[in-house]
């Protein structure tokens, strides 16, 4: 049996504003984060103990490096470089230092640049088999690999560009109350289907945007947050699992299937408990792929569930209800992060124009380090107001 994670809460969520494209370093954009984190916690430097740290263009630093560079002298760390499953993971980390007594207050913080040409130097060196089995194919980046995925989705379940379509319009129309989103325009349908092609079956708003941003939030004990008056979420269970069913000849699940039952028992409700989810969306097929492995629907009926509900905030089943990546933009290894964030802004009552009615729990999934042919890392938490 899994120790429970009682006590254990979340606050302070902050989010450094993304752009497009910056001049500025990753070691930038987190540090506007840690700074955001104080200001807003209200706490000095020195009552940070913990650290963990998520981004693809620290490099060659790590998260010790970083230490230095804010002056910061924790006495627990850990580097998380798992993209779209860095921030649950890095919960579950500085969860369990929190409870053993390893650190007292843990920043998280994700965040990347984004220059110019950034992107495609960091897919040229993303992993050995990127670099093998990819590359000298002329395949480069995740386009190519989630087009496959996607298209063996479609025609084994009978997915149309219509049904990914709907996610993207209900998913923009979220972004439009959010401020910090960098897509300010309504999606159509009709546009999201006459929209240019990248590698078919993906067009243009099937594929997120770089860019350069960050986040960032506190985990600590609920006495603690109590002492400091933090508005906080409770943390009821998480799940975190990499390279599951890997024998499958093509990736239409991950490890959420392996771990659900479980995330559910330990939290203490079923998927008809939770109020939103925040699922990881690079691209709609794997927003399909979680419901389906979270037991939202069965394995193969992600269709049909897109078809009979509203996935806006204020919908019978609010999804990415900040725009998610496909309407923010995807900064990094802060897109990871970006589900977390408006996870606890929504059930702190942060969630402003966008805020889901009466939302007690939610579900926040991770999705992480495309390899080839599939992602590696996935991960879920369920958190409580």
């Known amino acids: 049996m899994r120790q429970s994670y009682k006590g254990v809460v979340l606050a302070t969520p902050v989010t450094v504003p993304y752009v497009r494209y910056s001049i500025r370093s990753a070691h930038w954009w987190l540090t506007k984060a840690f700074s955001s984190l104080l200001e807003k916690s209200k706490l000095k430097k020195e009552e940070i103990d913990g650290l963990t740290v998520s981004s693809f263009t620290l490099a060659p630093d790590t998260a010790i490096g970083f230490t230095q560079h804010i002056g910061l002298s924790p006495r627990w760390l850990d580097h998380v470089p798992l993209g779209g499953a860095s921030a649950v993971v890095a919960l579950r980390r500085a969860a369990r230092a929190v409870q053993a007594g390893d650190a007292e207050i843990v920043a998280c913080l994700a ?22 089995a990819v590359y000298p194919y002329g395949a480069g980046g995740p386009n190519a690999s989630f087009a496959f995925l996607t298209a063996h989705y479609m025609r084994t379940y009978g997915a149309t560009r219509e049904d990914f379509g709907k996610l993207c319009v209900a998913q923009r129309s979220n972004a439009l109350r959010y401020s910090y989103a960098l897509f300010k325009k309504p999606l ?26 960050a986040e960032g939030f506190l985990v600590t004990s609920e006495e603690r947050a109590r002492s400091l008056g933090l508005p906080f979420v409770r943390l009821l269970a998480t799940i975190e699992r990499h390279n599951a069913f890997s024998s499958d000849p093509v990736q239409v699940r991950a490890g959420w299937a392996l771990d659900r039952d479980e ?20 691209y709609p097929v794997v927003t399909l792929m979680q419901l389906e492995d979270l037991g939202f629907c069965g394995k193969g009926e992600g269709p049909a569930f897109v078809r009979s509900r509203s996935f806006t905030w204020e919908g019978d089943f609010p999804l990415n209800t900040s725009g998610g990546q496909l309407s923010a933009g995807q900064a990094g290894a802060a ?20 805020q889901v009615p009466d939302a007690r729990i939610g579900l926040v999934s991770g999705f992480g380090m495309i390899n080839y042919d599939r992602g590696l890392g996935s991960g879920a938490a369920i958190l409580a107001s």
């Open 111 to 132: 965040g990347d640049t984004n220059h110019v040409d950034s992107f495609r130097l960091t897919l040229a060196n993303f992993s050995q088999f990127a670099r093998d």
């Open 188 to 213: 159509m349908l009709d546009e999201y289907l006459n929209a240019r092609p990248i590698a078919e079956p993906l067009h243009l708003f099937d594929c997120v945007m770089p860019c350069a941003g």
């Open 263 to 282: 995330l559910y028992a330990q939290a203490g409700c079923s998927p008809q408990d939770v109020d939103f989810v925040q699922a990881y969306d690079d």
């Open 335 to 354: 897109g990871g992060f970006l589900g977390m964030v408006e996870a606890i802004r929504q059930l702190t009552g942060q969630g402003l124009e966008r």
